[in-house]
């Protein structure tokens, strides 16, 4: 149920929420500041700041992340947060005025739609001419609406810009039947509705949501990743989606995931294959085995290949494709061949993938 008060009860997958972006922002501020003047933090539905049991809204998360790291930077921070109704603003504004700002940051409150708040921006920029300076947008609404694809698209084709959405994968199956042209414009596909609602079943039809939001990101972003939250009980919550044009970025969210996935109080699937989702709580290195057997059965590929094709198109990390070739070459039998000697004519140690090292895969699935 949307809550209706100005503060609410922070749940406890909204907690974790706000850990994968704390996580994610102490590696992003940094790696963006060094090379910039300027980059936005841009929180597109930012609530009161607070939860009623105390907790920091998102907005506040932000902020503490950055003034807990500015001696790493020197470009200014400026934040956006966006709230459309008028306690909740006021609410924001007496608890940002309460506490210690990052000292080269600007803060903005705007009371608006996030939808006219954006366009207004990008149009304006457009009007004259201006790039954007990088921006992250957190894009946490409660339901479905004021989110359309095409204002989604319009940011991530500017440079260096890159969006965690909150998908609400759930909701949405009631809008497919009920209002399916919000459907639509929500993944920027006009029949999606149509092709989720002839899925058989409910589960297929989250399945091929996610699926369809994602070949829509991709249209506009390089990475593109999307990690389903599920509660203790294994039921899905929702899911996150993040799209960067950033290879570090990615691989940065990548890992806020998975620190936030050892918390043991959530856990997160990813799937390149949605109907076979990874579930991060298993052993990343097993897991992730399959994933590259698959992809290049009967080849000799170099090593960095391998961990370049993990990086980028999967959930998983370098130390997990380490582990998954060590344990791919111990086994009975292998699935795959280290050659004992470099490409530069040097050894290679047993058990380690350094750069130049030739590996040859068996055929067969997995
Ligand atoms: C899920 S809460 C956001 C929580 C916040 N991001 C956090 O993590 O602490 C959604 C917020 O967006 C506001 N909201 C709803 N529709 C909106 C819209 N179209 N534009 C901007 N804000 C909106 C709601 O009033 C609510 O405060």
Same mark, same amino acid.
């Given at each position: 149920?949307?809550?209706?008060?100005?503060?609410?009860?922070?749940?406890?997958?909204?907690?974790?929420?706000?850990?994968?972006?704390?996580?994610?922002?102490?590696?992003?501020?940094?790696?963006?500041?060094?090379?910039?003047?300027?980059?936005?933090?841009?929180?597109?539905?930012?609530?009161?700041?607070?939860?009623?049991?105390?907790?920091?809204?998102?907005?506040?998360?932000?902020?503490?992340?950055?003034?807990?790291?500015?001696?790493?930077?020197?470009?200014?921070?400026?934040?956006?947060?966006?709230?459309?109704?008028?306690?909740?603003?006021?609410?924001?504004?007496?608890?940002?005025?309460?506490?210690?700002?990052?000292?080269?940051?600007?803060?903005?409150?705007?009371?608006?739609?996030?939808?006219?708040?954006?366009?207004?921006?990008?149009?304006?920029?457009?009007?004259?001419?201006?790039?954007?300076?990088?921006?992250?947008?957190?894009?946490?609404?409660?339901?479905?609406?004021?989110?359309?694809?095409?204002?989604?698209?319009?940011?991530?084709?500017?440079?260096?810009?890159?969006?965690?959405?909150?998908?609400?994968?759930?909701?949405?199956?009631?809008?497919?039947?009920?209002?399916?042209?919000?459907?639509?414009?929500?993944?920027?596909?006009?029949?999606?509705?149509?092709?989720?609602?002839?899925?058989?079943?409910?589960?297929?039809?989250?399945?091929?949501?996610?699926?369809?939001?994602?070949?829509?990101?991709?249209? @506009? &972003?390089?990475?593109?990743?999307?990690?389903?939250? %599920?509660? /203790? =009980?294994?039921? *899905?919550?929702?899911? !996150?989606?993040?799209?960067?044009?950033?290879?570090?970025?990615?691989?940065?969210?990548?890992?806020?995931?998975?620190?936030?996935?050892?918390?043991?109080?959530?856990?997160?699937?990813?799937?390149?294959?949605?109907?076979?989702?990874?579930?991060?709580?298993?052993?990343?290195?097993?897991?992730?085995?399959?994933?590259?057997?698959?992809?290049?059965?009967?080849?000799?590929?170099?090593?960095?290949?391998?961990?370049?094709?993990?990086?980028?198109?999967?959930?998983?990390?370098?130390?997990?494709?380490?582990?998954?070739?060590?344990?791919?070459?111990?086994?009975?039998?292998?699935?795959?061949? @280290? &050659?004992?000697?470099?490409?530069?004519?040097?050894? %290679?140690? /047993? =058990?380690?993938? *350094?750069?130049?090292? !030739?590996?040859?895969?068996?055929?067969?699935?997995?």
């Amino acid at each position: 149920m949307t809550p209706n008060d100005t503060l609410w009860d922070a749940e406890p997958h909204t907690l974790a929420k706000h850990a994968i972006l704390q996580a994610y922002l102490q590696a992003w501020f940094p790696i963006l500041a060094r090379h910039h003047g300027r980059v936005v933090y841009y929180d597109g539905f930012a609530g009161p700041g607070r939860y009623s049991g105390g907790q920091e809204g998102s907005p506040l998360v932000a902020l503490r992340v950055a003034r807990e790291h500015q001696a790493r930077f020197n470009a200014q921070i400026a934040f956006t947060f966006v709230e459309e109704r008028q306690d909740r603003v006021d609410r924001l504004r007496e608890e940002v005025a309460s506490i210690d700002r990052p000292t080269n940051s600007h803060v903005e409150i705007v009371h608006d739609q996030f939808e006219d708040a954006l366009r207004g921006t990008l149009d304006s920029l457009d009007r004259l001419g201006l790039q954007i300076a990088p921006t992250f947008a957190l894009i946490d609404p409660f339901g479905i609406n004021g989110i359309p694809f095409d204002l989604i698209a319009r940011l991530l084709k500017r440079e260096r810009c890159e969006v965690l959405i909150t998908f609400m994968n759930v909701t949405l199956q009631r809008f497919v039947t009920q209002l399916p042209e919000q459907a639509d414009r929500l993944i920027g596909i006009p029949d999606a509705s149509s092709v989720i609602g002839r899925e058989p079943d409910s589960r297929s039809r989250v399945f091929r949501s996610r699926q369809l939001y994602e070949q829509s990101l991709r249209g @506009v &972003a390089k990475y593109v990743r999307f990690f389903e939250l %599920r509660d /203790r =009980g294994n039921r *899905p919550v929702y899911d !996150l989606f993040f799209a960067t044009n950033h290879a570090r970025g990615h691989q940065k969210m990548k890992e806020a995931m998975w620190k936030v996935d050892g918390s043991g109080e959530f856990s997160f699937s990813d799937g390149v294959d949605p109907s076979q989702a990874v579930l991060f709580r298993e052993s990343p290195g097993e897991s992730v085995a399959p994933v590259i057997h698959r992809q290049f059965s009967g080849q000799t590929v170099m090593s960095e290949q391998v961990l370049g094709y993990v990086m980028d198109y999967t959930a998983f990390l370098d130390t997990h494709t380490r582990a998954a070739l060590k344990l791919m070459e111990r086994e009975s039998p292998p699935r795959i061949t @280290v &050659a004992e000697i470099k490409v530069d004519g040097t050894k %290679r140690r /047993r =058990g380690s993938f *350094p750069p130049g090292t !030739l590996i040859s895969f068996s055929e067969g699935d997995t």
